[in-house]
C-alpha cells in the first residue's frame, strides 16, 4: 500500500483561527483537537505549519473527513481553503473551498476510481488556474496552469511542469511544487522531521489512542 496524505491549506488566516477553527469542527463530529507532544507516528497526529499569512494542517494518516474539515473551516473563517490528498501514491488532488462553496478541483487521473467517465465528468475534475488566482493575492494564472493536466496512465515523474520544480508529471508530491506555487508550506521536510506544531486530532471515524 502507498502513501496516503490529506491537508488543508488556508489562505491568509493565521494559526492560531484554524486552530480554532478546527476546535470547532471536531466537536461537530463529536472529537477534539489540542497540542500534544507525541510521537511522530501516533496514529492522532496533526502538523500544523505556516508560511507567511498562510497555513497548513496535515491531518492523521488514518483521517477521511479532510474535505468536509477544509469546507468547514472555509465557511467559519470565510476563507480560500485547499483540501489536497494523495491517494495510494497513485495521484494527487484537490478542492478548493471560498466561504464554504466549492469552487474549484483537480485530479490528474479523474478515472482512476471509474474507467468509463463521460468528457463532462472528466473535466470537471480540469481545475481553473484564472479562477485560484483570484482567490490568491498576487498569483499569476500561468505560474500554477501547467499543473492543471491529465496524466497518462504510465507517466513517471519526469517531465516537470515548471523548471524550478522537485517533481514531475506521475509523481504524487508534484503536490509540494504545487502547495509553494500558491504560498503554501509542507510542514514536513524530506527527512521525515516536522516542521510545525504537533496536535492531537480524533473525531466520532477516528478513535483516540490512549
Excluded at 496535515?58 to 490528498?85: C, G, M, Q, R
Excluded at 500561468?142 to 511542469?161: F, N, T, V
Excluded at 508529471?169 to 521536510?189: A, N, R, S, T
Aim: a negative charge.
Amino acid at each position: 500500500m502507498g502513501i496516503f496524505l490529506s491537508l488543508s491549506g488556508v489562505i491568509n488566516k493565521d494559526s492560531q483561527a484554524v486552530e480554532t477553527s478546527v476546535k470547532k469542527f471536531t466537536e461537530v463530529v463529536k472529537g477534539g483537537f489540542q497540542r500534544a507532544n507525541i510521537a511522530d507516528d501516533h496514529p492522532n497526529l496533526a502538523v500544523m505549519g505556516v508560511h507567511g499569512s498562510n497555513t497548513t494542517l496535515v491531518y492523521p494518516n488514518y483521517f477521511e473527513e479532510w474535505d468536509a474539515a477544509s469546507a468547514f473551516i472555509s465557511k467559519d473563517l470565510n476563507a480560500t481553503v485547499f483540501s489536497l490528498h494523495i491517494h495510494d501514491e497513485d495521484l494527487w488532488m484537490f478542492q478548493m473551498y471560498h466561504n464554504g462553496e466549492n469552487i474549484t478541483r483537480f485530479n490528474p487521473l479523474p478515472d482512476y476510481w471509474e474507467e468509463d467517465i463521460t468528457t463532462e465528468e472528466a473535466n470537471y475534475w480540469l481545475g481553473d488556474a484564472d479562477l485560484i488566482s483570484q482567490y490568491i493575492p498576487g498569483l499569476e494564472p500561468a505560474s500554477i496552469q501547467k499543473y492543471l493536466r491529465r496524466w497518462d496512465w504510465d507517466e513517471e515523474g519526469e517531465e516537470k511542469a515548471y523548471p524550478e520544480d522537485e517533481f514531475g508529471f506521475g509523481d504524487c508530491w508534484q503536490v509540494v511544487d504545487f502547495m509553494e506555487k500558491v504560498g503554501l508550506e509542507y510542514p514536513i521536510d524530506e527527512t521525515g522531521t516536522l516542521l510545525g506544531k504537533k496536535y492531537k486530532l480524533w473525531t466520532s471515524q477516528l478513535d483516540l489512542e490512549q
